[in-house]
Each structure stands twice: as structure tokens, then as C-alpha cells.
């Protein structure tokens, strides 16, 4: 295994420079003004709201946050065409939040940069729960941006959270704009901020070489109305990567997008709205992976319940689900190659490999129908360990007890583990369970949707675990 998973580690390697997007013109918006970092005191809740509780130091990065200031345009939306200005003038002040490293050796030049997530009327890093891990490792940067009145101005927003701090954040124009039509030129400001920083500079001495927009779900389907209605006018990021968004893309677009879908979205919408890969779009859909998985869940609850006071859904039998609730599939191994992919793609236009769909059988019904196997998994699509070589029923789907609980169990899938019966038929020895799960590893490395340092995790748990006798 360790040499293959070199020689694809060696091949991983990223070392040539992005050309400007084809689309560049010089009527962008200007930099906001940007100030900071804004330091952390003694007093409750005087830190960046959602502070990560990671050991950044102990992977040679540091946190900071800084508020970014300038005057915004609205934008129409119109679908699957290029908007228009509708008005401009509008001053605004909102927080990124920067988690880069220390040393310029450590970077690898290209900044991760997240909408955030406001589903809940407060600001939620789905991305940064899921890849944090790959992010530090790799010497990626990330920043997080306050980009929607939901994360400000709610009574659970920043504003109300600590005023002392958050008071005088702005993103309605002092009353005047009660929409989140300033959100797409703040996205594209926050950019500018990385790039073109005027005052403070947000990631220190540290050049980027390339720009990667994510968000996922509420902020992916944002992002994708921003790429196909906004960016074009502007664009400064040189992949949008849509992980879990329904919006569809537009064909025509020269800046590249990247699109994931879990098992749950298959279900839920993209079934009917898949769009065949093509130069400038990818789209990969995950077996067994949900909305809203246990590795996110479990990465984000503490930080979620010290800040904002309330528990995501609670994994396992005693959810308020039908089924145990959360699927295992590790989606973030998906993710982390789609963001390797993602620089590969910027900079050298090597396109990500395409992958195959799930096996949807029926696309008039919610849920869509998908072919199972005798364990009721999907089949088709990228295929992990989790689910080619299975100790347990994950899917992408679950049911609520009562309808308060039917749409967070439905996003949170389901975990359901096999009897020892059904896993002494499967794996009659402990060495056959691992060498099944070196096999199908190594296809998914070699098929590049999982990383070399993620297929070195998933056949060390393998090595660890009491599957077989």
C-alpha cells in the first residue's frame, strides 16, 4: 500500500501557477477596508463567535478575526443568465474569520473561502467540520464570511451575541436594504480582502495563488446563484465549489464548479436535476453519505452548544429518528479531494475525474427511488470503504418520530450496525475484512476520489477494528 499511495501522494503535487479568469475586467469591486485582528478579552463571549477548539498552534496556524468594511451593490438573480446592478452606494461593515499558518512554508497557496452557513439564524462553518483536518495538513488557509443579515441581525445573530464586539456590524445598510441582496458583492469584497487588502492584511505575509469558494447547503445553493448570476460581473474566485446546494449551474459559465451531492441530496432533488460534466463543471455523488453526518456532528456540537446554546441532532439510537440517526460515511473524504482537485483544476486545468451516479431508478417521486443491495445500500456512485466493504447500513435518508424532527432526521440519514451473523457471512476472517478494505481503498485513491492521507486512515482503522475472527 505505502508505495502505491506515494507515488500518488508525488502525483498530487501542485506546481504551476493560475492564470487570470478569461472573463477579468477591471470594473470589479474595489478592497473593503479591513481592520483587525480584533483581539480576544476576558469578558463572556469576547471571542470570534464560533472560535474553533482545535490545537491550531500545535499545527502551526493561528485564528483571527477582522471586519471588513466598504460600500456594496445589489444585484438581479435572474435564472441561469448574468445579473445586472440594481443599485450601488450601499455602505456595509461584517467579520471574516481567518484560520491560516504561521510560516509561508507551511502554505500551500490557495485560501478556502466559506459562506457561511445561517439556516439556524447564526453563523455555521459546515465546511470547516468536515475538512479541517485535510486543511491543516495540507497547508491550506481558511476564511469564513459574515455574508447574510442571518448571522448579524437575528436575535441569535452576532449583533445580539455580544454587542460589545459585534454592535456595530452592518449588513442592511442602516435599515435600508432588508434582504441579503448585499451578501454576493461582500462575498466577492471578502475576496478582494485576501487578495488586495487595504489596511490590515488578513492572512499576514502569506501570497495566495488560488481562491476556492465553498458553502454547503443553505450557503452552497447561495453560492450557486452567485456564480451563475453575479460572479461572472466580477470574478476573483477561481473554483466555486457547491457541496449539497439544489441550484443548477449554467453551462455556459468560464469560471469552473465543482459540485458534490450526498445520498440525502440524490434524494431529495439532485436526482432530477444532474447536469453531465463538462470542461468548466464537476459533480460527484457520495453513496451512503448524508445531509448531515456524525463526523460533522461531532466536530461542530461542543463548539455550537458553548456558543449558541443549542445541540444539532443527536447521533445514534437515541435520536428522535425512526432509525439510529447519522450516517457513518466519512463524506469529508470526498470533500478533501474535491478541494485538492479543485487547485489542480485552477492551476494546471487538469479536470477532476468523473464519477459515476447512483442508480436512480425513478425521479417522479420525494424520495427519489435508488437501487439497493440486499443491506439497502445505494448502489452506484463514489463507492468509500464505509459502503463497498460494509459493517453497518448507512444511507442518506431517515424518517422522524414526529413532524418537529422530520426534516433533521431526513438530512441526518441513518446507521444501522450488522449483527455478528451477518458479519461472520461477510468477513470470515479479520485479514479478509482489511485486505477487502485495501481493495476498495485503493480504487478510490486510484479513481482520485479520496486522498492518499485519507485511504492511510481508512485501512488503519480497518487494521484496528474487530471485524472478523
Same mark, same amino acid.
Given at each position: 500500500m505505502r508505495p502505491l499511495l506515494l507515488a500518488c501522494a508525488l502525483s498530487l503535487v501542485l506546481i504551476s501557477t493560475p492564470a487570470l479568469p478569461a472573463n477579468a475586467h477591471l470594473d470589479q469591486p474595489g478592497s473593503p477596508l479591513v481592520t483587525g485582528p480584533i483581539p480576544a478579552g476576558d469578558q463572556p463571549r469576547d471571542h470570534p463567535f464560533f472560535a474553533t477548539d482545535q490545537d491550531l498552534g500545535k499545527a502551526g496556524y493561528v485564528e483571527e478575526e477582522y471586519f471588513i468594511e466598504g460600500t456594496a451593490s445589489r444585484y438581479t438573480t435572474p435564472d441561469q443568465a448574468t445579473g445586472t446592478v440594481i443599485d450601488s452606494g450601499h455602505p456595509y461593515r461584517t467579520r471574516i474569520v481567518v484560520r491560516r499558518p504561521i510560516s509561508p512554508k507551511k502554505f500551500n497557496g490557495t485560501a478556502v473561502v466559506e459562506w457561511y452557513n445561517v439556516t439556524n439564524n447564526f453563523d455555521y462553518e459546515v465546511?470547516?467540520? !468536515?475538512?479541517?483536518?485535510?486543511?491543516?495538513?495540507?497547508?491550506?488557509?481558511?476564511?469564513?464570511?459574515?455574508?447574510?443579515?442571518?448571522? @448579524?441581525?437575528?436575535?441569535?445573530?452576532?449583533?445580539?451575541?455580544?454587542?460589545?464586539?459585534?454592535? #456595530?456590524?452592518?449588513?442592511?445598510? %442602516?435599515?435600508?436594504?432588508?434582504? #441579503?441582496?448585499?451578501?454576493? /458583492? @461582500?462575498?466577492?469584497?471578502?475576496?478582494?480582502?485576501?487578495?488586495?487588502?487595504?489596511?490590515?492584511?488578513?492572512? %499576514?505575509?502569506?501570497?495566495?495563488?488560488?481562491?476556492?469558494?465553498?458553502?454547503? &447547503?443553505?450557503?452552497?445553493?447561495?453560492?450557486?446563484?452567485?456564480?451563475?448570476?453575479?460572479?461572472?460581473?466580477?470574478?476573483?474566485?477561481?473554483?466555486?465549489?457547491?457541496?449539497?446546494?439544489?441550484?443548477?449551474?449554467?453551462? /455556459?459559465?468560464?469560471?469552473?464548479?465543482?459540485?458534490?451531492?450526498?445520498?440525502? #441530496? @440524490?434524494?431529495?432533488?439532485?436526482?432530477?436535476? *444532474?447536469?453531465?460534466?463538462?470542461?468548466? =463543471?464537476? =459533480?460527484?455523488?457520495?453513496?451512503?453519505?448524508?445531509?448531515?453526518?456524525?463526523?460533522? =456532528?461531532?466536530?461542530?456540537?461542543?463548539?455550537?452548544? *458553548?456558543?449558541?446554546?443549542?445541540?444539532?441532532?443527536?447521533?445514534?439510537?437515541?435520536?428522535?429518528? @425512526?432509525?439510529?440517526? *447519522?450516517?457513518?460515511?466519512?463524506?469529508? =473524504?470526498?470533500?478533501?479531494?474535491?478541494?485538492?482537485? &479543485?487547485?489542480?483544476?485552477?492551476?494546471?486545468?487538469?479536470?477532476?475525474?468523473?464519477? +459515476?451516479?447512483?442508480?436512480?431508478?425513478?425521479?417522479?417521486? &420525494? +424520495?427519489?427511488?435508488?437501487? *439497493?443491495?440486499?443491506?439497502?445500500?445505494? !448502489? %452506484? %456512485?463514489?463507492?468509500?470503504?464505509a459502503v463497498d466493504v460494509p459493517t453497518e447500513r448507512n444511507t442518506g435518508w431517515n424518517l422522524g418520530l414526529t413532524d418537529a424532527t422530520a426534516s433533521a432526521c431526513r438530512q441526518g440519514g441513518t446507521w444501522i450496525p450488522f449483527d455478528e451473523t451477518t458479519l461472520d457471512a461477510l468477513y470470515p476472517s479479520h485479514r479478509d475484512y482489511v485486505a477487502k478494505v485495501r481493495a476498495a481503498t485503493e480504487r478510490n485513491l486510484r479513481a482520485g476520489f479520496i486522498t492518499w492521507r485519507d485511504a492511510d486512515r481508512t485501512i488503519r482503522d480497518a487494521e484496528r477494528s474487530r471485524v472478523g475472527r
Open positions: 465546511m470547516w467540520s !468536515r475538512s479541517f483536518r485535510h486543511l491543516l495538513d495540507e497547508g491550506y488557509a481558511w476564511v469564513g464570511v459574515s455574508a447574510q443579515r442571518n448571522g @448579524v441581525h437575528t436575535p441569535t445573530g452576532l449583533k445580539l451575541w455580544n454587542p460589545a464586539r459585534y454592535g #456595530d456590524l452592518d449588513l442592511t445598510a %442602516g435599515g435600508a436594504v432588508t434582504d #441579503d441582496g448585499l451578501a454576493y /458583492d @461582500v462575498f466577492t469584497q471578502a475576496a478582494k480582502a485576501l487578495t488586495e487588502p487595504r489596511g490590515a492584511h488578513p492572512l %499576514g505575509n502569506l501570497k495566495v495563488r488560488t481562491l476556492i469558494a465553498t458553502g454547503q &447547503s443553505q450557503s452552497a445553493s447561495r453560492l450557486a446563484v452567485y456564480a451563475n448570476s453575479v460572479h461572472p460581473l466580477a470574478p476573483v474566485y477561481d473554483v466555486i465549489t457547491v457541496v449539497d446546494g439544489g441550484v443548477q449551474i449554467r453551462t /455556459d459559465l468560464s469560471t469552473k464548479v465543482f459540485k458534490t451531492a450526498s445520498e440525502y #441530496d @440524490v434524494l431529495a432533488n439532485q436526482a432530477a436535476r *444532474r447536469q453531465p460534466t463538462g470542461d468548466r =463543471y464537476a =459533480y460527484w455523488e457520495i453513496a451512503g453519505a448524508s445531509h448531515s453526518d456524525r463526523h460533522a =456532528y461531532l466536530v461542530n456540537n461542543p463548539i455550537r452548544l *458553548r456558543d449558541a446554546g443549542v445541540s444539532g441532532l443527536l447521533a445514534g439510537p437515541t435520536a428522535p429518528c @425512526v432509525s439510529p440517526a *447519522r450516517s457513518n460515511v466519512p463524506y469529508e =473524504y470526498v470533500l478533501n479531494a474535491m478541494f485538492d482537485h &479543485s487547485v489542480r483544476w485552477a492551476r494546471d486545468n487538469r479536470q477532476p475525474p468523473a464519477a +459515476p451516479l447512483l442508480e436512480v431508478t425513478d425521479t417522479t417521486t &420525494s +424520495p427519489a427511488v435508488v437501487t *439497493r443491495d440486499a443491506y439497502q445500500l445505494a !448502489r %452506484g %456512485g463514489i463507492r468509500l470503504a
